[in-house]
Each structure stands twice: as C-alpha cells, then as structure tokens.
C-alpha cells in the first residue's frame, strides 16, 4: 500500500491552506471552487485545527472577513469562481493598498470552455489590475504546494496573493503525498493605523506607491521563478507556458520528440512576471511562443512584439480552451513539423442537462407558464438556470439580476404604453448573495411583477452547501436562521406568501392572485418552498414505479414538452409516453400534467 | 527534461474514458479505479465534469495511469472508453486508439466502426431486476474488468477485477448494507463478463 492519497484539486488547494497554517477561511460556493472549502473544514476536523470556517453570504462578505483576520496576523484564505471575484473586487482593490500583516490568500478559479460559467473572464487580470501577485497551478500537486508558498510570498511583502486554478485543475484529481502541518501559533493582534486602515485619499497615494515597489520587489522573488524544463539545450525558440496548458505542453514535448530542439518553462507566477526572466527570454531566444489560459497576462509583459507568439499575434486562439489537441496543434507548427493526421475531435453537445427528477423547480415554471402565459421570464444563476427547457427562462445576468431585470422590463414597458405580466424567479441563496438590494429598489421605485423565490433549502447546483435559511454552519454546526418572509416584508414587500409548488393547481391559483396585486399594488413575491429532491427523495429511491400511465394517453407530448421532467419518456413506436423507472422518483406532479388525466399515482411501488 | 516514464510503467500506463450522464455514478467508478492504481503504486491523473452538466447531461471522465502530466486524455489515444450510456457513443467513440477496446451498457454491441473490440451488456436490465438501479455504473465496470482483464501486452485494464474489489472495500470502510450492496453490484458484473 502506499501512503499517497488521490485528491481533487480543490481538496489538494485545501490541504495546503490548512497544512500552512490558515486559521480563517470564507467561501460561497461555485463551480469550480465549491468542494475547497468543505475540503478546508474535513482537513481541519481530521487534524483537530482550530479554524473559523464559514459559507458567506457572497463572495465580498467572504473576502471581507478573510481579508479582516490577515491584518491582525493570522493566515487566512477566501474561495470563490472567477464571476466570484466580479462580486469581490471591490475589497480586493483596496486590500492590496493597504496590505496585510497575517498571509492571505486569494483562490479565484477560472473555467476556461467555459464549462459552467457566464463568462471565460481571466481572473490573472483582475489580479493585474489590484496589483497583487497570481500563482498559477498546472495540477492538483502543485496547487497544494502553491497554497504555502502563497502564504510565505502574502507575509514577505504584506500583500494579498491571489491563488488562480483553472477546472482543469481544481476538478483534476491525483495521487498526492500530503505534507506536515505548520501550525502558526500565532493569536490575533490588531495595531491601530488609521492611515493604512482607514487611509484616506491623501494615504491612498503613497500606499499605491508603496504597492508598486512590493510588486517590482516580487518580481525578483526566488522562490516562484520560472522554471526550464529542459536547461542544457540549445535552443533559439522557447515555449513559456502556465497552468494546465503548461502540463499538456510538457505531455506533449515528449510525444512530438521536440524536447531537444525547443526550451520548455513553466511560468508559475504570471504577474508579476519576473523582471530577469523576461530579460533571459529575449536575450536568449528568437522566437517565443506563450501558452497561458485565457488571456495574453505572460504575453503582453513580454516587450519584444516582433519575437513572441501567443493570443495577440493569432498563434493562439483567442476563446475557449485550451484543450491537448489544439495545443499539440500549435506546438507542432510552432516548431515547423508537418501536421500530422489527427482523429476527428470528441463531439459537442448530447443530452442536455434537465432539473432533476422529482424536482420542485419544474412545478414553480410550469405553473408560471399557466399563470402567466406571455410573459416575460427573467432568471438567475443556478440550477433552476433550466427552466430555460420549459420555456419559462427568458433572461439570466448574473447573480441577483432576475430582480433587477424584471424592474428594468416593467419600466421599458410602461414607458412604451405597454402591460405584460413579468414572473422573475431566483433561487434561495442567490436571493441571500445579491437578491435583497434590488428587490428595496423595486419596492421603492414602484416596479409591478412578480418575484418567485425558489426556496429548496440548499445551494443546488454546487453540491448543496447550507443557505442563511438553514441554520447549518459549513461544518455542520448550528447557526442563528434568517427568516424569508421577514426579509421580504423588511424591504417593503406587501404581498408575500408561501407555498409548496408541488401543489400544482393550489401554486397556479396562488401566482394568479398575485399578478391582480402586481397589476394594481406593485411588487408581490411567492416564496415556492419544497426541499430539493437531491436531498430528500434521490432519483431510483423509495419513489420509484409509484406513477402508472393508463392506455388514456394518446401521445399529444404536452407533458414531455411543457414539464419536461426526464422520467417521462416519449415512446414513439407506441406513440405514448412511458414512465422510465430507473429515474423516477414518485413526486407525482405529472399526475396534475396531463391534460387527459392518463397519468396516476399507482398502487404499489413494484411497477415501474 | 526528463522523458516520460513511459518505459518504467509499461505495460500499466494506461489512458480511460468513462462517459455517462448525470447520476450515474461516473465520478464514482472514476474515483474507484484511480485508488486501486494508487494501492498498486502507479501514479495516476483523473479529469472530472461537474457542476451543470451533472444535472443529468452528458458526463465524462479521464484517467490516466503511469506517469503523464496532462489531466486530459486526448483524441485517438483512449485504450479504453466505458460507457454508461449507449446514446454517448457517437460522443466519445474519437478518444478511443486503434485497436481499443469499447465496453458499453447496452441491450446488444452497437456499431462502433473498425479497429474497435467492442463487449456489451444491459446493465440497466441487470440493475433494475436486481433492485439496485443505482448500481448500474458498477455492474458495468465489473463487467469490463472480467471481460477485458489486465494483459499488459494487449491493452486493457492496469488493474485486475480483484484490486478494484478491495479498493471497494477499503473506500467503504466499515462496511454494512451499502458496502455489501456495492460489491454485489461489482461481482453481478464480474459473473457476467468471466
């Protein structure tokens, strides 16, 4: 038996936060950076460390609070997705100003593809523009170990350091010998300094100053230097590659057999970039060819335009990403061998995501859809992104949009003289994140529609991490309960009320009263409330075979197209829809569907 | 640099692809065979889809054992590709090398083309009979071992059907009904691929 352990990236990112010594750690949860910091809290408990863990609210609270416990000398660290750092760029500006005394680190992952993300966005250039330094991991290993080394370069120059893995990282997984842990022993001490913490503008100017000497200072910093792959040969071309498209460069030297004709290095911090490496590279090489994810951050500090092939010159492509095969793509003509037959790439698309089984989300948008036919549908970010598939998803912005945008249309509307019923939905910890401030700025505006908050219970869609309505910590312990309904009242809300939307005829009714109100009062919100079926009724479990389709069903497919729920299945041969019993749960929803009532709850759980 | 490792995992470097849907349980077999390469001593990446795609759209996973760097198995050069779900063929057959092999749950061997050894089994109708609907991924991945075994001259698996039992067992820890469920489902596979 070995003693090395497989671990996913982002519990290897976690690992190495813990072994380190980080005593505060906040996160909200998304896709790739959910798992780091549940990992967090699993390592400290194993390890008996005494850590403050905690799923924020968003990721600007979490950065706060992370950022708060570095200055008064702990180590701390923040997690979040690259749309995340969107959320929290606004402390991290400023927090790189005034510095830190404790390490602190900043995970932002990026999804190039993007896999499950709005946007393809680097965050390397938002490190850039807050003028803090990036690591760039090319594998979970690594990632673990850039955790500490984060914390020592953080403390040797008082600054924040931005962590940056890409999916291709924190969702890889590999065999790891996990390290010792440094406990820091250390208690928090806060030194007053109204002019570093409180700094006024008159500071702010030599804070910038003093900002810019560290990250010149940084720049020559041993420790997180490239590295030659191959230094003992003779080379006029250089590849300097980071992150995960340095590991499929490396992969890819050997397989090419251009190891002996082209320098390989692995640029693990991209910014700064070190001031001695851009010089070695042009005095070296007459040609440079740079592969980094998503955005030319190497490339543009690398002066000499005329010698350096990347995203700006068209060598690399601009978008999506860097997969093996166009890298291979890329290095082959990079070093002047012929292109080589390679076998049609794996193909796109499929069978689309749909909400689960038995999930309550699709009875909230089909009963929307009966409510309020032709209406406009604005979304959010989450699971219930999906309600796309059943035509009752018109808009999805960002975080807390569907709010603001349902506001935004009612205002156009009226303005052109016309009335459409608008049925914004959003999910319970969005709402939480982003969704209270622009539901007062409706409230105090006078906006007419209709929010529908999808209260599951649960952050879903990123492996169900508790909510402020749930009274778990993010280690499981209890916490105080913030209550919905009183939030809503508190912005100004007259009309909100509560509902389990799996009563189908009872919900439809209810959004129907609601729009009267809207159309006269203005704003009214439905709070639809059903746990998430991931949670409380898996697909296949005791549910299954409980529904039976009677030869009634004559095959219009209006439950297939308008609930799309994956348990129905369209037989054409038969020309009816079948229930698939691997998957159905037994919810029963369907049952109020059909409009030929062919669909019924059976009588035992055997038939499926 | 030093060149790969090719010659000092031989025969066990091998590259997988798993391709399902939501709820499958890829990520669990995936998981599964990466820690019986580890039990053996063999270095190994893997490569996870999660997030959207998990709400029952297409999931795929890489893995790779003895000695790569990249976490991603690329076109043409899978020695072998499991699949979950038959429709995901048309998918996922390019990762497959020549001469690989295609284990697929599915009622007969579909058409994969030349230069492919194909084994087939309804794994869904297995699972379901047996009441262990969620058990399918393991049915099938009993059966691939017991079908393709470990041969390190001819392709296949790195591992024999045996290892991934007691890697099972160990990720399973203390055992009960949800461990003696999951071997079952493993050895159902296994009886019908020997």
Known sequence: MSDRILMQGNDAIARGLVEAGCAVAASYPGTPASEILSSIDRWRKKHGVKMHVEWAVNEKVALEIAYTAA???????????????????????????????????VVSADDPGPHSSQTEQDSRLLAMMAKVPVLDPSSPAQAMTLAGTGFDLSESFGVPVMLRPTTR??????????????????????????????????????????????????????A????????????????????????????????????????LYQVVQPYPLHAGFIEHLLRTYAEILVLEESAPVIEMQVADRRRVRGRMTGAVPETGELSPEIIGRILSRFAGLSARAEPPPAAEGGRRPTLCPGCAHRSSFYAIRKAAPGGIYPSDI??????????????????????????????????????????????????????????????????????????NGTTAMTGNQPTPGTGIGAGGETTSIVDMEGLVRACGVRFCRVANPDRLPEFVALLK???????????????????????????????????????????????????????LVFDEAANRVRIDGMICNGCGVCVHVCPLGAIHPGSSGEEA | ??????????????????????????????????????????????????????????????????????????????????????????????????????????????????????????????????????????????FALARIGCDGTAGGFFCTAGEVREALSRRQGAGGARLSGSLAALDLGIAHGS
Not at chain 1, 525 to 536: E, K, L
């Open chain 1, 71 to 105: 200055i008064t000398g702990l180590r701390a660290a923040v997690g979040m997705k690259q749309v995340g750092l969107n959320v929290a760029s606004d402390p991290l500006l400023s927090a790189a100003y005034l510095g830190v005394t404790g390490g602190f680190i």
């Open chain 1, 169 to 222: 990282v924190c969702h890889a997984s590999q065999d790891i010998d996990a390290g010792p842990f440094r406990p820091q022993a250390r208690e928090a001490r806060f030194v007053k300094d109204p002019a570093r913490w409180a700094a006024t503008p008159a500071f702010r100017r030599k804070l910038h100053d003093r900002l810019s000497e560290k990250i010149a200072a940084i720049a020559a910093w041993p």
């Open chain 1, 224 to 263: 997180t230097a490239p590295v030659c792959m191959n230094p003992d040969v003779p080379a006029r071309k250089a590849v300097a590659a980071s992150g995960v498209a340095f590991a499929h460069a490396r992969e890819l030297f050997d397989e090419l057999g251009i190891s002996d004709r082209i320098a």
């Open chain 1, 382 to 455: 989450g699971c219930y992104t999906l309600g796309i598939n059943l035509g009752a998803v018109d808009t999805v912005l960002c975080m807390g949009a569907a709010i603001s945008q349902a506001a935004g249309f009612d205002y156009a509307h009226r303005l052109s003289g016309k009335t459409v019923d608008i049925v914004a939905t959003i999910g319970d910890s969005t709402f939480y994140h982003a969704g209270i401030p622009p539901l007062i700025d409706a409230v105090v505006q006078g906006a007419r529609f209709l929010l529908v908050i999808l209260d």
């Open chain 1, 513 to 567: 009263e609601a729009l009267v109100h809207v159309r006269s009062l203005g704003v009214a919100v439905v709070i639809a409330r059903q746990p998430c079926a991931m949670v409380t009724r898996p697909a296949g479990g005791e549910g299954r075979g409980a529904i039976v389709i009677t030869e009634e069903c004559n095959g219009c497919g209006h439950c297939v197209e308008r609930f799309e729920c994956p348990a």
């Open chain 2, 1 to 142: 640099m030093e060149s790969d490792s090719r010659g000092k995992w031989g025969g066990l470097r091998r590259q997988i692809v798993l391709s399902g849907v939501g709820g499958q349980g890829i990520l669990f077999i995936t998981r599964l065979l990466a820690e019986t390469a580890i039990a053996g001593g063999l270095p190994v990446l893997a490569s996870e889809t999660h997030g959207m795609a998990q709400r029952g759209g297409v999931v795929v996973s890489h893995l790779k054992t003895g000695g790569f760097h990249s976490p991603l198995v690329r076109t043409g050069r899978a020695d072998l590709l499991i699949v979950l779900k038959e429709e995901n063929i048309v998918l996922h057959r390019p990762f497959l090398a020549d001469g690989g092999f295609l284990v697929v749950n599915a009622p007969a061997p579909p058409d994969a083309g030349p230069g492919v050894r194909v084994h087939a089994i309804d794994a869904d109708a297995l699972a379901l009979s047996r009441g262990i609907p969620q058990a399918v991924n393991l049915v099938l991945l009993g």
